[in-house]
Structure formats: C-alpha cells, structure tokens
C-alpha cells in the first residue's frame, strides 16, 4: 500500500491530452515539493517535473504539472506512442521521514 | 554526463548479505546527496535510503532499518549499500539516484531525484 495514491491506469488516444492524479495528506504532498518520473518498459525512472511544476533541461512543455492542497497532477498533451510508460510521483513525508513515491500509473496510447 | 553505474547484485540466501557499489562519473559526486531506491518485480518504487554529502545525515526506510547501511567514500566517487539480513521481501532491482535536497532550519531531506543508474537486481532466494 503506496503512501501516494494514483490510478493504476489511464489511457487516451494519439494526440490527445492526459492527466494523473496523485493523492496524499498533509505530511506529504500538503508540505513538500513533488516530483514526477517516467519509467519506459525496461529501463531505469527519468525525472519528469521537479519542484510541483518545473521542468528538466530537456523535457519537452507537452509535460505540465500542477499541486493543490494534498493533492498533484501530471498533464501530457500531443500523446505519442513514445509516451507509454509508468508514472510515478513522488515526495518527502515528513511525518515517515522518508521519501514517499506513488503506486505508479500505467499510461496506454490507444 | 551524469553517470551513475551499480554493481554488486546476485542470488543471496534468505539471512545472507550483499554489499551493493554505485560508481559515479560526470558531475562532482562530493557536493551532491545520494540514494538508493528499489523495485521489487512487477511493482512500483520503494525509497531505499539516504545520505548527505558527507554521509552525517542518513535516513532509512522503516523495512530496511537495522539491517541495511548506506555510506560513501567521496575520493572514490562511489556510494554504497551494505544488505544484512537480507529476506525475500528484498529481492528487488536496486537503483542508485542522484539526489537533489531541501533545507529548512537544521533540517535536510531528498526533494527530488534527478539522475538514476540502470540498476542491479538483487534475489534473495533458498
């Protein structure tokens, strides 16, 4: 059991637009900076988005993400059969004193 | 670039130990924090642990805590993962990231990570 809750799955067509959401509390997401990775089948996680919303040198702006309250979320708009991959998002718990990650979120390219 | 590269990995006994190694390259592996994550088979990422810079601020995760010590030798460029008591619940692949850290007061802690290795699987098995 995560201490982050996402959805197992989403999926959308080529081209459209798509967001994960990723669920925690006051400890967690409600008090620290959140990050995304990216895991393509077979390789090791890429950092996404840093600090809630900022963007790696060279992660396109197709990438977006946003924090509300105790809750973030991941945007990807113009899919791309490239994309399909598990997303994970992660932060610090304060209360755990640990680093929490999310279940991670199948993303289908329909 | 940025070069993280794990070793150590292998088949241990259920109350065995493995010494995982993370060889850097390509950034100035004194000034940064590091950390080991692990992925059980078909599962999701689990935070392993945590060092500073000069390894005075540790953090464990609760299921590795008493049998699992992280350190690092900074003229080596090297972290490592020392795995005593090692169950099947372990067996996992073991990453080692780069970590970037907040500060606040005294405190300190991961923000996020930035870089990863590829990875070394480790399988506790009889």
């Known amino acids: 059991q995560s201490v982050l809750t996402q959805p197992p799955s989403v999926s959308a067509a080529p081209g459209q637009k798509v967001t994960i959401s990723c669920s925690g509390s006051?400890?967690?997401?409600?008090?620290?900076?959140v990050s995304w990775y990216r895991q393509l089948p077979g390789t090791a996680p890429k950092l996404l988005i840093y600090d809630n919303n900022k963007r790696p040198s060279g992660i396109p702006d197709r990438f977006s993400a946003s924090k509300s309250g105790t809750s973030a979320t991941l945007g990807i708009t113009g899919l791309q059969t490239g994309d399909e991959a598990d997303y994970y998002c992660g932060t610090w718990d304060s209360s755990l004193s640990a680093a929490v990650f999310g279940g991670g979120t199948k993303l289908t390219v329909l | 670039q940025v070069q993280l590269v794990e070793s150590g990995g292998g088949l241990a006994k259920p109350g065995g130990s493995l010494r995982l190694s993370c060889a850097a390259s390509g950034f100035t592996f004194s000034d940064y924090y590091m950390s080991w994550i692990r992925q059980a088979p078909g599962k999701g990422l689990e935070w392993v642990s945590y060092?500073?810079?000069?390894?005075?601020?540790?953090y464990y995760a609760d299921s590795v805590k008493g049998r699992f010590t992280i350190s690092r030798d900074n003229a080596k460029n090297s972290l490592y993962l020392q795995m005593n008591s090692l169950r099947a619940e372990d067996t996992a692949v073991y990453y080692c990231?780069?970590?970037?850290?907040?500060?606040?007061?005294?405190?300190?802690?991961?923000?996020?990570?930035?870089?990863w290795g590829q990875g070394t699987l480790v399988t506790v098995s009889s």
């Open positions: 006051s400890s967690n997401i409600g008090n620290n900076y």
């Open positions: 060092s500073s810079t000069s390894g005075t601020t540790i």
């Open positions: 990231a780069r970590a970037l850290a907040k500060r606040w007061l005294q405190k300190e802690w991961p923000n996020y990570f930035d870089y």
